[in-house]
C-alpha cells in the first residue's frame, strides 16, 4: 500500500473513534452527573525505511472530559441530592472506593442509603449511612449533614482530585482513581434535585455532522488514490 493510504487510513480510523466518544455522548444526555468527553489527537512521526522522509500520521491518543456541571433539574425527592460545586460521593464496592456524582440515592432493606447501583453511599470515616426505622422526615443540608426527626443519620462524604482527567470511567456514573482524596470543606449540595448531564444536544449533533463528513472526504481520498495507482498500473502493464 502507498504511504499517502497509510496515511489517510490513520486519520479515517481516528475519525471512527471519534465517533464513538461523540455517540456516546447522545447516548447519556439524560443520564445524571454524565460528563461529556472529547477525543485528543496528536501528529505521530514515522520514518518507514531508513532512507525514507518521516511520514505524519493522525494518533488519537486520549480522552478529555467536560467537568463543568450539569444543569440542576428539582424533583422533589427527599433521596435526591444535586452537587452544585466540586467533589463526588463516595461509594462502597467490593474493589474498594468509587466516586459519583449521581445523587439518586434510595434505601436499602437494611435502610443504608445506597445509590442507584445499590452500592453503599458512604459518610465520613467511610462509614454506611443507616437511616432509623422510625424515621419519617430526611433533612440534607447543604455541607452534607443527613438529619432525621430521630436525630442525626451521619453526613455524607464528598471529595475531589488534584486531577479529574485521570480519573477512569466505570460505567453507571461511577469513576475510580489511584489519586489520593482531597475533602471538599465546603460542599454545595442541594436537597430534593439531581445535576443533569452537561452534554448539549446541538453541539453534539453538530459535531456528528462534521465527523461524518470528514470520514467521507478522506473516504473519496483514498478512492481517489486507489484509482490513481490502478490505472498506473494497468497503463505499465500495457507499455511492456
Do not use: C, W
Not at 449533533?205 to 481517489?224: L, N
Amino acid at each position: 500500500m502507498e504511504n499517502s493510504l497509510y496515511i489517510t487510513l490513520s486519520r479515517q480510523e481516528a475519525l471512527r473513534r471519534q465517533m464513538e466518544v461523540v455517540a456516546n455522548n447522545i447516548a447519556n444526555m439524560n443520564t445524571t452527573g454524565f460528563k461529556g468527553q472529547r477525543m485528543l489527537f496528536q501528529e505521530f512521526l514515522e520514518r518507514p525505511d531508513s532512507q525514507g522522509d518521516r511520514m505524519s500520521f493522525v494518533q488519537d491518543y486520549g480522552l478529555m472530559r467536560n467537568t463543568q456541571v450539569g444543569p440542576i433539574q428539582v424533583t422533589n425527592n427527599q433521596l435526591d441530592v444535586a452537587l452544585k460545586g466540586d467533589g463526588y460521593f463516595a461509594v462502597e464496592t467490593l474493589s474498594g472506593p468509587r466516586y459519583t456524582r449521581g445523587g439518586s440515592f434510595q434505601l436499602n432493606p437494611d435502610r443504608e442509603l445506597v445509590d442507584r447501583n445499590g452500592l453503599p453511599v458512604l459518610g465520613d470515616g467511610n462509614q454506611r449511612i443507616v437511616i432509623p426505622a422510625q424515621a419519617v422526615r430526611i433533612d440534607i443540608k447543604g455541607d452534607g449533614t443527613v438529619e432525621t426527626d430521630q436525630g442525626q443519620a451521619g453526613k455524607l462524604k464528598v471529595v475531589t482530585f488534584a486531577d479529574e482527567q485521570r480519573m477512569t470511567e466505570l460505567g453507571g456514573g461511577l469513576y475510580s482513581t489511584t489519586q489520593e482524596e482531597v475533602a471538599v470543606e465546603q460542599p454545595q449540595i442541594t436537597q430534593g434535585a439531581l445535576e443533569g448531564s452537561n452534554v448539549q444536544s446541538v453541539v453534539e449533533m453538530t459535531q456528528m455532522i462534521d465527523v461524518a463528513r470528514a470520514y467521507q472526504s478522506v473516504q473519496k481520498m483514498m478512492d481517489s488514490e486507489h484509482e490513481r495507482i490502478r490505472t498506473a498500473i494497468s497503463k505499465l502493464a500495457r507499455a511492456q
